[in-house]
């Protein structure tokens, strides 16, 4: 008697499966892109050398807003508390910076004025971010009202254009970016 077979049940070759699944493998990994934090774009000054000691630099106190951070996030700002949000500490910034001698208490010039920022070792990222950012906003608005252009305008200036280039060169030309960020400290009011 004659053995019928099933045509229906016939073996898939899977040696060419995982050939596949390797090379899907190798076109993920060499075509994804892995995004890198950035951080923020500061100059470092160069390492101080130890058998040198630090120079000497004389500063008139009226020059320096001093910002001071604590590790429950809350603001020392010219020695007094802040307790407004964190958003409205641009306008005595700008305020400060553009002074030029009028008031007593404030800096003497743009060209002399430094705005100082102290934070202690427990202050949270987020809160120490955003304060650069309020800080670095002043900045481009006394520069944009300087040369006549809204802070929006100004962020835009096409550094490729010349007449560009110029505004933005003549925005900052008496308006050197002075900001001091100090080592942190570990305790509230030491260190």
Not at 50 to 67: A, G, H, L, M, S
Not at 69 to 85: G, K
Request: glycine share 4%; charged share 25%.
């Amino acid at each position: 008697m004659a053995r019928s077979r099933n045509k229906g049940s016939q073996e898939i070759n899977s040696g060419s499966m995982a050939d596949i699944a390797f090379l899907l493998l190798i076109f993920f990994l060499v075509t994804t892109t892995i995004a890198s934090d950035k951080g923020l774009p500061l100059i470092l000054p160069p390492k101080q050398d130890p058998n040198v000691p630090p120079p000497e630099v004389e500063f008139n106190q009226r020059n320096i807003f001093k910002i001071l951070i604590n590790s429950n996030d809350q603001l020392l700002v010219e020695d007094e508390p802040f307790t407004d949000d964190i958003t409205t500490l641009k306008n005595p910034i700008k305020r400060f910076l553009t002074n030029n001698g009028q008031d007593p208490t404030l800096s003497d010039s743009p060209k002399d004025a430094v705005v100082s920022v102290k934070p202690e070792r427990g202050t949270s990222y987020d809160v120490y971010i955003q304060l650069y950012d309020i800080i670095l906003a002043a900045y481009n608005e006394c520069y944009a009202e300087k040369v006549g252009l809204t802070p929006d305008q100004f962020r835009n200036l096409d550094l490729n254009n010349p007449r560009e280039k110029a505004l933005y060169d003549q925005a900052r030309e008496d308006f050197p970016r002075q900001i001091s960020i100090a080592e942190p400290t570990k305790t509230a009011g030491g260190s």
